[in-house]
Nanobody
Framework: QVQLVTSGGGSVQPGGSLRLSCAASGITFGIADMLWFRQAPGKGIEWVST????????TYRESVKGRFTASRDNAKNTLYLQMNSLKPEDTAVYYCETQGIRGQGTQVTVSS
């Protein structure tokens, strides 16, 4: 049974930083492509980033390029999303996903 537990969300001021984590179990993490999604209030879910297992290719949506960094620690079965220079429009519930399965999400609020 695949489980994805996301943590690290919170409230920050514009320009602040947060680091999200997604702990995975029930999968062979080292060969799994991992994705980050988010859903802002009143809006649909949007893709944020994909980090592939092989090759170690990472892609981002245009609006987060240069500010967000996805990474993975295969030894810890954990996916990360380092978010810097946060903007109010980054406010959303953030989810990790693999193999069509999405975790429970963590709230990120950017507000002054």
């Amino acid at each position: 049974q695949v489980q994805l537990v996301t943590s690290g969300g919170g409230s920050v001021q514009p320009g602040g930083s947060l680091r999200l984590s997604c702990a995975a179990s029930g999968i062979t993490f080292g060969i799994a492509d991992m994705l980050w999604f988010r859903q802002a209030p009143g809006k649909g879910i949007e893709w944020v980033s994909t980090i592939r297992s092989s090759p170690d290719l990472i892609t981002y949506r245009e609006s987060v390029k240069g500010r967000f960094t996805a990474s993975r620690d295969n030894a810890k079965n954990t996916l990360y999303l380092q978010m810097n220079s946060l903007k109010p429009e980054d406010t959303a519930v953030y989810y990790c996903e693999t193999q069509g399965i999405r975790g429970q999400g963590t709230q990120v609020t950017v507000s002054s």
